[in-house]
């Protein structure tokens, strides 16, 4: 997944060489806590900061020794200091770094996808507010329902992507927590005051409580988050797919030059990119599964959430960036055919006004079951292939309640998208 789809902000947090710099920025935060409380030596924090330094490759020949990534690592660093070292990683547990480092990244992580998201956010702004009055045809269950506008669907993802920014800002506070208690989380051989140093040196809270590691709710809280946003996407992509349709062709999507759709046939344009958003929604969602398990944890701690984090956390983080930012793309030049959208609208010969028939009926004084089967006939023939106004118009049950200048009246487009400003004022679009 890194080397596919994944965009070098990003990639660069979840790289080995991050992960081991950001182990040791916590490392030598708690020395630094231990000098100020008094627990190590005056000078000691500035000696190794001067001397600490690893190589990956010498990270990789100790831990095929001792089959432990933190021990491996610590070694690698206390093999480029003197003395000092026996002060790095005193009292603590290797899941007081790495939680507390990987707390540190998922912030990181939040960030970019906080950032990925506004930017979506006003691409699709500038969508809503250019075709606030483009009108189309509104469809549910796949069928004509009402007129719409395409900039009133933009609205409705707007307010959803809103949603996902607010979750994901709320998902950033509540993985924003570091631990430094020790090997259960007790403060056994470290105190509590060493923790809130650590913490708050790294812009992070320290855990009310914690065992040996941070409880996986926070964990799995920020893996749902990024499972909804990549839900949202997916049917941000599907209706692009839908409304690329040949049969609808109302937008499509970007086909640069040179591009190719089949290796058969030369007029293919295919919502390929469209459909990548979708096919990665799937593996991100299925993430939320393990990091939910995750959850629960034999007593104090065990090894399940660690092996399943490796690939999740950052599978997740990094398609979810390519999601967002290659959706926010596509959009940002996406083809809108108003003139389909306009042909599509008027397919069914004006059947998407027989609710506001059936109403002005009801008005005018008839029963409103009554009113709903005459309509509902009149749709009947326009189905057939009658046009839904001359079907009407030639109905005596109709004439009798609804005058011409009524019917001519209800056949506006105008009506249904009168309240598109009320909409977009309470967006702030």
Not at 170 to 175: G, S, V, W
Not at 182 to 200: D, H, M, Q, R, S
Request: overall charge negative.
């Amino acid at each position: 997944m890194i080397a596919r789809y994944s965009l070098p902000k990003m990639r660069a947090i979840w790289e080995e060489e991050n992960k081991f710099q950001t182990w040791l920025k916590v490392e030598i935060a708690v020395c630094e806590a231990h000098e100020h409380f008094g627990t190590i030596p005056k000078g000691v924090t500035d000696k190794i900061k001067a001397g600490a330094k690893f190589s990956i490759k010498r990270i990789d020949e100790i831990e095929a020794i001792t089959h432990h990534d933190l021990i491996a690592f610590t070694k690698a660093v206390m093999e480029n200091l003197g003395d000092e070292g026996k002060h790095l990683h005193y009292g603590v547990t290797s899941y007081d770094i790495e939680d507390t480092a990987m707390a540190l990244r998922l912030r990181q992580s939040a960030d970019i996808l906080i950032e990925d998201l506004e930017g979506l956010l006003e691409v699709i702004r500038k969508l809503a507010r250019e075709h606030k009055r483009t009108l189309m045809i509104g469809r549910t269950h796949g069928v004509h329902a009402e007129p719409i506008t395409f900039g009133f669907k933009m609205a409705v993802w707007f307010s959803q992507i809103q949603r996902d920014i607010a979750r994901m800002k709320q998902a950033r506070e509540d993985i924003s927590f570091g631990k430094i208690s020790g090997a259960v989380g007790i403060f056994a051989n470290i105190e509590p005051e060493v923790e809130a140093y650590v913490c708050k040196l790294l812009g992070l809270k320290a855990a009310p409580v914690s065992t040996q590691i941070i409880q996986r709710d926070r964990h799995a809280q920020f893996l749902t988050t990024i499972g909804i946003c990549a839900s949202s996407l997916e049917n941000f992509a599907t209706e692009m797919r839908n409304l690329q349709r040949t049969e609808i062709l109302e937008v499509q999507e970007m086909f640069l030059p040179g591009q190719r759709g089949s290796s058969a046939m030369p007029h293919k344009r295919n919502p390929w990119r469209f459909e990548t958003v979708c096919g990665l929604a799937r593996v991100v969602r299925s993430n939320s599964i393990p990091a939910m398990e995750n959850v629960v944890s034999w007593h104090e701690r065990d090894n399940t959430n660690s092996a399943a984090e490796r690939v999740i956390i950052p599978d997740c983080c990094l398609t979810l960036d390519f999601m967002i930012q290659s959706f926010a793309k596509l959009m940002s030049r996406l083809e809108i055919n108003a003139d389909n959208m306009k042909a599509d609208l008027e397919k069914m010969g004006g059947l998407v006004f027989s609710e506001r028939i059936m109403l002005k009926m009801v008005e005018n004084g008839m029963e409103k079951d009554d009113a709903y089967v005459i309509v509902q006939e009149n749709g009947a023939k326009a189905w057939a292939g009658q046009d839904f106004r001359e079907a009407l118009t030639s109905d005596e049950r109709v004439t009798a309640v609804l005058s011409a200048d009524e019917l001519g009246e209800i056949f506006d487009y105008q009506h249904h998208v009168r309240n598109v400003d009320c909409i977009f004022d309470r967006l702030g679009i």
